[in-house]
């Protein structure tokens, strides 16, 4: 039995998983990133016991603990390097978590928990496997054998930072034209607003009603149902998305591409036309065996059941 | 002992390299790319024989064969799965060579192989080790925990196909705007051309006498002499370079990031706007340890090293 923790900025969320990547018991505490780290993690100690309780578990079968966190780890030394809006920099988790409850401790960055996630229920052992997530920001995952890739300082995986397009939008990490100024449900809102502005007959506007309804469905439902310039939007949207795809398959050529995020709801409406542009874009396509796509399938579960795999994947690559 | 083989369009290069990555003995014989494969594999062996036989080498004392393929290969089975310009796709290296030689036979593609000798010669255990060829393409390779990443098709690391702005010219490989159409001698060249065409009194003119002698130099020496056209094509072509290497630090986080190829003979002119830029762009840079930045440092006898280094470091990852 494992234990896994998903550090979100609204909430801490554990549960207990067994062998299989299925939750037995899940909770959630409010996060209060704003508190000193002594207060979130005193939170998140009570959190683990609270979970081991109610889930019925022996405390003695519990043979680790992994956490997911917003932000840059040591895993190794189990230390939280930077985490994004919270005071948690330099925390030494491992050690904290370790005076209440002593098991092994693994820490790493939650997309990257939440590709090990996804590739831990298909249950297939692959050399290559890639999480690509399309929510607020765009994220990712590589999994190689088995283990998390994150580099040797622990921020590698940032595929929302790969400049696909100079035109682009100015991004939040200082470049511009990154794949998540594209390619993510923020992009996908502001690409959704501009086309309604220049079409004031677009069933865009009777779906969201108000400019600040405006989400990343809107452009996909009118779409279906056939609005030319909400066809033209998703188009160009996904374009964004599979130029980014393209990319990392040409440097990774994984076995299996997985599509997670708010935007993976789409399924196949979203995925046949990226495995189309795939087809015809992706270097060696064809010439030998080529990348299985899919969409996540653990939603917000992904968080809690990756970073207990964490233990069980024996860290990281 | 190793047997490292360099197998290009114009010649097959075949050397014996000791354990720590020294050529005892090369040799080299026109490749004949045209012929049919039985012709190129006969004389692969027998330059392998010929150079273990003019090396003073024991025969018995040499481990493996290596052999570096300008493509993609199966390096489980030993296949060579596609080879540009030459009739080797298909044929089983392996077995073929194995017939003559019977030592265990390792094959990758030229640019990964190339790779791995550069981070062999560091001789420094590296989690994540890249190398960027800025040549008449843009290749790279991937070194992970010391051994080749190659995707599980072994077509991975085609860092010169990622598309860094679709304004650029048509790929070889058929996108638009990869880094190879920006970031290579070919393109480098026709950036050059363009400069020259806008300005007739830039000094380009005099250093190339005609338009056929434009190459990789030509905008690099008139910048060291201060010709302003020629800075601007220079710094233009280092802000293309950036834009791939930055995407590939966010990707990976390497420990270390080298640069071969014809244009890294700029050596330092070359190599600190690459850091400056670095420093501005990557991901968590200050955050946490960074990537060093180097230029390659074998030269055409990366291909031999590296391909004698595949028996060294044990295949691939």
């Known amino acids: 039995m494992y234990i896994g923790i998903d550090v979100g900025g609204m909430s801490i969320k554990a549960g207990v998983v067994d062998d299989s990547a299925n939750i037995i018991y899940k909770e959630a505490v409010p996060t209060g990133a704003w508190r000193p780290s002594s207060e979130i993690v005193s939170d ?7 979970v081991i309780e109610k889930s019925g578990v022996n405390k003695s079968d ?6 997911g966190i917003p932000g840059v780890c040591d895993s190794v030394k189990g230390t939280v390097i930077f985490c994004n809006n919270m005071n948690l920099d330099g925390v030494n988790l491992s050690e904290e978590i370790r005076k209440s409850i002593d098991v092994p401790v693994f820490l790493n960055n939650d997309a990257n928990v939440a590709a090990l996630a996804e590739y ?12 690509v997530t ?43 034209g990154c794949l998540e100024s594209f ?13 309604m502005d220049k079409d004031k007959n677009s069933i865009m506007h009777k779906i969201a009603g108000t400019y600040d309804n405006i989400n990343g469905k809107t452009a996909f439902d009118a779409a279906k149902q056939g609005d030319k310039t909400a066809c033209e939007v998703v ?6 998305v599979s130029s980014g795809v393209v990319n990392i398959i040409n440097i990774f050529q994984p076995e299996m591409l997985v599509i997670g995020g708010a935007i993976s709801k789409e399924g196949d409406y979203l995925l046949n036309p990226i495995k189309e542009i795939c087809k015809k874009e992706c270097y060696a ?6 990348t299985e796509f899919r969409i996540a399938s653990l939603g917000n579960d992904a968080g809690i059941i990756g970073a207990a795999m964490l233990g069980k994947s024996n860290g990281v690559i």
Do not use: W
């Open 44 to 50: 998140m100690v009570n959190l683990i016991l609270n």
């Open 62 to 67: 519990i043979s680790s603990i992994g956490i």
């Open 120 to 131: 831990c229920v298909i249950n297939k052992p692959m050399k290559c496997f890639i999480m």
């Open 134 to 176: 399309l929510g607020t920001g765009v994220g990712g995952g590589i999994i190689i054998d088995g283990k998390i890739f994150s580099g040797f300082n622990g921020a590698a995986g940032e595929i929302g930072h790969i400049v696909i397009n100079d035109r682009g939008e100015k991004c939040n990490c200082g470049r511009t």
């Open 183 to 195: 390619a993510s449900v923020s992009a996908l809102i502001r690409q959704t607003r501009d086309a």
């Open 235 to 240: 188009k160009n949207f996904i374009s964004y």
């Open 285 to 290: 396509f064809g010439l030998c065996e080529n």
